[in-house]
């Protein structure tokens, strides 16, 4: 699984980080999505479809 995040479009809505905080984090001053692992082990696979799926902007992308 490798993750693509589009940080120009991203809304801070925080949801991928409530879905899959070892995966996405937000940056402090604006709250625009940080991608922490673009490859995150196969454990982690359900929350990271989980915050794509929540994701407002729709700005993750998942290759599988």
Known sequence: MKIIVD???CVAS???VSSAPDVFDQREDDGIV???????PA???DDVRQAAALCPA???TIVE
């Open 34 to 40: 940080v991608l922490l692992n673009d490859n995150p």
């Open 14 to 16: 925080g949801q991928c």
């Open 43 to 45: 454990g982690l696979a």
């Open 7 to 9: 940080q120009d479009k």
């Open 58 to 60: 729709l700005v993750i």
